[in-house]
């Protein structure tokens, strides 16, 4: 499995500022995904995270609100922007294992941010 | 899209029992079943999965059963010990992962 490094691994922010989460794996992948998991809750697909092409987003979320970062194949940002107590969450990077074809989703450790 | 439903919420046993956890899904397209557990703090870990190829799956005192038929499959743990007291997320998948709402599960010495 991969080695999944997140930071900042929590954080609390204050309204209608923005923070930058990373993201940097062990190995090189080819897509890197973004959860979000609210309190208490189950996770949700923000985006993929696609290297040299913008980030795919599900629905209900925006680049505007949630720019995403893939320079390399090892390292990916998200940016929460213009933050609200809504946005309290823990933020989650994943990545499928070294054999893609095998389906298998690893996670890093979150990012659990508190907006105030 | 696919819909996951997970079963119970919240589950306490003593330690020794066993645990159950039983998820249902929708799309007949979805072919891999995996299982995360997530401490306190922490990301979900992949403890175990099953591919719709497989009935069942063991890995010590963990298992995991599919019902292709009837869309659902289930987790197991035997031998329950206080460390295994986690919140535990089933997930389908084709292109995608959907994951379930999480049980609570309390292991009590």
């Known amino acids: 499995s991969a080695v999944i490094s997140q930071k900042p691994s929590r954080d609390i922010c204050q309204r209608g500022t923005s923070l930058t989460i990373q993201c940097q794996v062990d190995?090189?992948?080819?897509?890197m995904f973004w959860y979000r998991q609210q309190p208490g809750q189950s996770l949700t697909l923000i985006a993929t995270?696609?290297?040299?092409?913008?980030?795919?987003?599900e629905s209900g979320f925006v680049i505007d609100k949630f720019p995403i970062s893939r320079p390399n194949l090892t390292f990916s940002t998200l940016t929460v922007s213009n933050m609200s107590p809504e946005d309290s969450s823990i933020y989650l990077c994943?990545?499928?294992?070294?054999?893609?074809?095998?389906?298998?989703?690893?996670f890093g450790e979150g990012s659990r941010l508190t907006v105030l | 899209g696919e819909n996951v439903e997970q079963h119970p919420s919240t589950l306490s046993v003593q330690e020794g029992d066993s645990a159950v956890i039983k998820c249902t899904y929708s799309?007949?397209?979805?072919?891999?079943f995996p299982w995360y557990k997530q401490e306190l703090g922490k990301g979900p870990q992949l403890i175990i999965d099953?591919?719709?190829?497989?009935g069942e799956k063991k890995d010590q005192r963990i298992a995991v059963t599919l019902n292709k038929t009837a869309k659902h499959f289930s987790l197991h743990i035997t031998e329950t010990q206080p460390e295994d007291s986690a919140v535990y997320f089933c997930?389908?998948?084709?292109?995608?992962?959907?994951f379930g709402t999480g049980t609570s599960l309390t292991v009590i010495p």
């Open positions: 997930a389908a998948s084709s292109d995608q992962f959907y």
């Open positions: 190995s090189q992948v080819t897509m």
């Open positions: 099953i591919r719709s190829n497989v």
């Open positions: 799309d007949s397209a979805s072919n891999y």
């Open positions: 995270a696609n290297q040299g092409s913008e980030a795919t987003y």
């Open positions: 994943s990545v499928e294992g070294v054999h893609a074809d095998t389906g298998e989703l690893f």
